[in-house]
Nanobody
Framework: QVQLVESGGDLVQAGGSLRLSCAAS????????IGWFRQAPGKEREFVAG????????SFSDSVKARFTISRDNAENTVALQMNSLKPEDTAVYYC??????????????????WGQGTQVTVSS
């Protein structure tokens, strides 16, 4: 079992950057693909980015590709989402989720087994 805690959400101006972190408990973290999802008010949850359990493969939605990067440190049980050139439409609650041995990286939330509670990102224009 894995418990996930997100941090790093904040209020930032358009064009700014934020770094979100997903910290996991448990000794099996390195067997989980981690995905980042977001949900804006009145909208469905959407996939943002993901990284496989070994860190060898990543995936991004078209809306964030070239602006966001994802990385993981299995020794520290953390996954980071670096968000650059933020836009007001990036405003949402961001969640990290874990999918055991998930390959390829799933973009549907139902494929993930564990979820964090989310962190708010607000981008002002």
């Amino acid at each position: 079992q894995v418990q996930l805690v997100e941090s790093g959400g904040d209020l930032v101006q358009a064009g700014g950057s934020l770094r979100l972190s997903c910290a996991a408990s448990g000794r099996t973290f390195n067997s989980y693909t981690i995905g980042w999802f977001r949900q804006a008010p009145g909208k469905e949850r959407e996939f943002v980015a993901g990284i496989t359990w070994g860190g060898g493969s990543t995936s991004f939605s078209d809306s964030v590709k070239a602006r966001f990067t994802i990385s993981r440190d299995n020794a520290e049980n953390t996954v980071a989402l670096q968000m650059n050139s933020l836009k007001p439409e990036d405003t949402a609650v961001y969640y990290c989720a874990a999918d055991r041995w998930g390959t390829p990286i799933a973009t549907l939330g139902k494929e993930y087994d564990y979820w964090g509670q989310g962190t708010q990102v607000t981008v002002s224009s």
